[in-house]
T-cell receptor, first 116, second 112 residues
C-alpha cells in the first residue's frame, strides 16, 4: 500500500525574529528532555536539555521551558538566523527505577524556515 | 562533528539480503543507541547497549539484532531485508543513560 509521510508542523519566520517551537510529550514519568536540530542529510544535533526538576533553562540564544502540569515543552530561539533553518525535535526520557536508561522518545518534529 | 562515526554512509541492497551497520561511539562513551528514521514513522528507538550489555529495547524487529563489542563499538545487523526497511539508521552515544546523546551522521539504507 501507499505509505503516508509524516506531515510535520512548519514555522516560517523572518531573520532576526524570535522563534518558538512547541512540543507536547506523552509520558508523565519522563524526567529528562532534550531538543535536537536536524539539518538535511545530517544526524540530530543536541541543542539544549532540561531535567524535570527545572522549569526553564537557557543556553546561547536558546531557552527551553518545561510545563509538567500540561506536559508541554517549548524551545525559544532568539534572533533567528537562516542557519537555524532545520527540523527541530523534542525528545523525552524516563529514568527507570532511578537508573537512567537512554531510550529517547522523539516527537514528530517541526520544520523551521528562516527567511533572510 | 559529533565524534560518533557510522559506516557505511550509504548502502543499497536487494530484498532478502543481510547487512551490517557499524558505529564507533565518542571516546569515553559507554552507551550506544540505534535509531531508525523513516518518512512515515519518524525517529524510532531500536535498542541501547551499555558497556557491552543490552540495556533497553524498543520496537526492534526480530530480523534485526545488535551487539556492542569490548572496544565499545557496535553493529546493527539487519536480515531478510524488505522494501520497508529502507530508512536512515542512526547511532548515538552517551557516557551513561539519560544523559546527552550525540548522534552520528547516519547510514542511509535503500532496499531494492
Amino acid at each position: 500500500g501507499e505509505s503516508v509521510g509524516l506531515h510535520l508542523p512548519t514555522l516560517s519566520v523572518q531573520e532576526g525574529d524570535n522563534s518558538i517551537i512547541n512540543c507536547a510529550y506523552s509520558n508523565s514519568a519522563s524526567d529528562y528532555f532534550i531538543w535536537y536540530k536536524q539539518e538535511s542529510g545530517k544526524g540530530p544535533q543536541f541543542i539544549i536539555d532540561i531535567r524535570s526538576n527545572m522549569d526553564k533553562r537557557q543556553g546561547q540564544r536558546v531557552t527551553v521551558l518545561l510545563n509538567k502540569t500540561v506536559k508541554h515543552l517549548s524551545l525559544q530561539i532568539a534572533a533567528t538566523q537562516p542557519g537555524d533553518s532545520a527540523v527541530y525535535f523534542c525528545a523525552e526520557n524516563e529514568s527507570a527505577g532511578g537508573t537512567s536508561y537512554g531510550k529517547l522518545t522523539f516527537g514528530q518534529g517541526t520544520i523551521l524556515t528562516v527567511h533572510p | 562533528d559529533s565524534g560518533v562515526t557510522q559506516t557505511p554512509k550509504h548502502l543499497i541492497t536487494a530484498t532478502g539480503q543481510r547487512v551490517t551497520l557499524r558505529c564507533s561511539p565518542r571516546s569515553g562513551d559507554l552507551s550506544v543507541y540505534w535509531y531508525q528514521q523513516s518518512l512515515d514513522q519518524g525517529l524510532q528507538f531500536l535498542i541501547q547497549y551499555y558497556n557491552g550489555e543490552e540495556r533497553a529495547k524498543g520496537n526492534i524487529l526480530e530480523r534485526f539484532s545488535a551487539q556492542q563489542f569490548p572496544d565499545l563499538h557496535s553493529e546493527l545487523n539487519l536480515s531478510s531485508l524488505e522494501l520497508g526497511d529502507s530508512a536512515l539508521y542512526f547511532c548515538a552515544s552517551s557516557f551513561g543513560g539519560g544523559t546527552e546523546a550525540f548522534f552520528g551522521q547516519g547510514t542511509r539504507l535503500t532496499v531494492v
